[in-house]
């Protein structure tokens, strides 16, 4: 148990639909990054927020944005929904100093998203 | 793109047998860090090894990193069942952004 808890955790939704998911971080922790993980592949790095900003951003394109709230939680937004965007959404939390991490990372169970 | 990449992509083993996985990246790092994830569920974090550490264990782990060939490996001794995995390496180097390799799919036969 680590703590940080994902919602939904499984979604199907049709094509050129928008989709929001939501993360809920560890106490405490003031960074939050998502990931998207297609089935039998590593997690590839969507975007991080330190501080309610955006603080680094994967090769996504402009409709997968997202949110980090005063509370350090967070939503992972998709527009424009495509087949290849079925994958697992994972959410990690950290506590950064500074901006930089040198501590582990806590995931969430991920939210499992079906594009049809 | 990822910056690990783990060898093998496949490990079958007895239960009791060690496991060995190897991780090489491409980029200098900040800290490279080991991760578990069973059946497409969250991942756990195993160990994290700064880049000027060269070997660190966790109870039945061991990690290795050598910085001037870029490479990492991960021990198992002692599998058990339990132990049946994707275990993956991540590289830290800007910020706290992880950047994964494939994984190494472990079986550990009872």
């Known amino acids: 148990e680590t703590g940080v808890t994902q919602s939904p955790t499984h979604l199907i939704k049709t094509r050129g639909q928008q989709v929001t998911l939501r993360c809920s971080s560890q106490?405490?922790?003031?960074?939050v990054s998502w990931y998207q993980q297609a089935l039998g592949q590593g997690p590839q790095f969507i975007f991080q927020?330190?501080?309610?900003?955006?603080?680094g951003r994967g090769n996504f394109p402009p409709r997968f944005s997202g949110l980090q709230f005063p509370n350090y939680s967070s939503e992972l937004n998709v527009n424009a929904l495509e087949l290849d965007d079925s994958a697992l959404y994972l959410c990690?939390?950290?506590?950064?100093?500074?901006?930089?991490?040198?501590?582990?990372?806590?995931f969430g169970q991920g939210t499992r998203l079906t594009v049809v | 793109s990822q910056q690990g990449e783990e060898d093998p992509q496949a490990l079958s083993i007895q239960e009791g047998e060690n496991a060995t996985m190897n991780c090489s990246y491409k980029?200098?790092?900040?800290?490279l860090q080991w991760y578990r994830q069973n059946s497409g569920r969250g991942l756990v974090h195993l160990i994290l090894?700064?880049?000027?550490?060269r070997e660190k264990h966790s109870g039945r782990l061991r990690v290795t990193l050598d910085t001037s060939k870029k490479s990492s490996s991960l021990l198992i001794t002692a599998s058990r069942a339990a132990d049946t995995a994707s275990y993956f390496c991540?590289?830290?180097?800007?910020?706290?952004?992880?950047?994964f390799g494939g994984g190494t799919r472990v079986l550990v036969k009872p």
């Open positions: 991540a590289t830290v180097s800007a910020g706290n952004k992880l950047t």
């Open positions: 927020y330190y501080r309610e900003e955006e603080n």
């Open positions: 106490s405490g922790h003031n960074t």
């Open positions: 980029t200098s790092i900040n800290n």
């Open positions: 990690a939390s950290s506590l950064a100093v500074g901006g930089w991490g040198n501590t582990e990372a806590f």
């Open positions: 090894i700064r880049s000027n550490e």
